[in-house]
């Protein structure tokens, strides 16, 4: 299979993958949501991981790739702890106490450190037009983040608990985007990768929640397993794949503009299914971000294209 080529959100190669994860990613949120219940997040969590890394292991098989990474492990373990075990955890422990939307609002800070990681550990620079595009796009964050907070029943002090979690979530998952530029990473196929350490992943969950909460709890609602299967599948073996792709095609600071598109999504799809309604703050909010997703978009050169699988 043949990774290389995209070079900027002009081509489709690029594009359509980008708006295809945006999409299926602004859904996650409600989707999370449902799952916590009867099963512990941290046992979601290593459910949702084990489902991925079987479906992943599918997509390498079928695009003909191999399985060996030769010494990648270590790499693949790091990936797997920041990514898929210290994000998500703090992401599905963040809302125990607050909104998905205000999660999802939170989450969209992620270019910032995308941005800042990428300059300090590979020299990534960005042009005065990202930055810029940043900055508006931020201010839009920031009447988001005003509107959430309005309406968000939850008191205070449960308030900054889950504000914090989720602020964890988002340096771990920072962390674990640049590791796309390190040089064992780039010189390895996505696929394999990904599969290693979403198993890995799977395998530190499940071993955190058996020291933590106990034994594995099972839910008997088809409902929770239906959305498991979505959340592995789609949202975590499919859209991982087509993000890290995008991370090596364009760099790590415009990839994460996905994030900044998709609270504006969540909360779409919170207007249809839940009844979430639109207030001038969040018109306001949701109208910024994607003019400063405009502006940044126009700027800079994307990175060199990733090596073939």
Known sequence: MNEAAPRGFRDPAVLLPFLLI??????????????????????????????AGAAMMLIVRLGGMSLAIGRGHGLAALLGLLQFVLNYNFVYASELYITSGLAAV?????VVPNSGLAWLFFGEKVSARFLLGALVAMAGVGLLFVQ???????PTGEVLLGLGLVFIAVLAASASNVMQLAGGMKSRPVAPMLDWAM??????????????????????????????????????????????RIIRAIGPARAAWSSVLIPILAMAISTAFEGYRWSPLAIGGGLLAVAGLLIALRSGKAAPPPPSE
């Open 106 to 110: 939170v989450f969209a800070l992620l």
């Open 148 to 154: 959430e907070i309005r309406h968000s029943p939850t």
């Open 22 to 51: 945006t999409l299926i990613w602004s859904s996650t949120w409600i989707v999370i949501k449902d799952q916590l219940g009867v099963v512990p997040p941290v046992w979601s969590v290593s459910y949702r991981f084990l489902i």
């Open 199 to 244: 198993l890995y992943g799977a395998a530190m969950d499940a071993g955190w929640a058996w020291a933590t909460v106990g034994p594995p709890v099972i839910e008997r609602s088809l409902g929770y397993w239906l959305g498991l299967v979505y959340l592995g599948v789609v949202a975590s073996a499919l859209a991982f794949w087509l993000y890290y």
